[in-house]
């Protein structure tokens, strides 16, 4: 009996790589990473900095915010479920992030999922 794969295709923020794809980049390379923010954090100890994780198919993607980047985007990175951000791979010792230099606000596009117009 012959199975066919289910295959969900879900839309990608243009010009984005995938989170997987991360890992094999190499540092200050300069990238933009979409997903849904799973998690925001701003340590105490961090002096105005924030750090996020966005998920997508494929897998997570951890962003480093500074604070002058934070206090340009504020809006975005409190509020938004879906961001694309642009910014410089950092990749040392396997643990891999994009410290941010531009956050995009893309949660409009979770509305046409549910509609189904994506």
Known sequence: MNRVRSHVVRPSPPSCIRAFE?????????????????????????KGTIFLTLEDETGFANIIVWKNTF?????????????????TVQNE??????IANKIEDLS??????????A
């Open 93 to 98: 010792q396997n643990v891999v992030h994009v």
């Open 22 to 46: 991360l890992c094999e980049t190499s540092s200050h390379t300069k990238v933009s990473v979409g997903g849904l923010v799973i998690v925001r954090q701003k340590p105490m100890t961090a």
């Open 71 to 87: 206090e340009k985007y504020r809006q975005e990175v409190t509020s938004a479920r879906l961001l694309r951000v642009t910014g």
């Open 108 to 117: 409009h596009w979770l509305d046409t999922l549910a509609l189904g117009e």
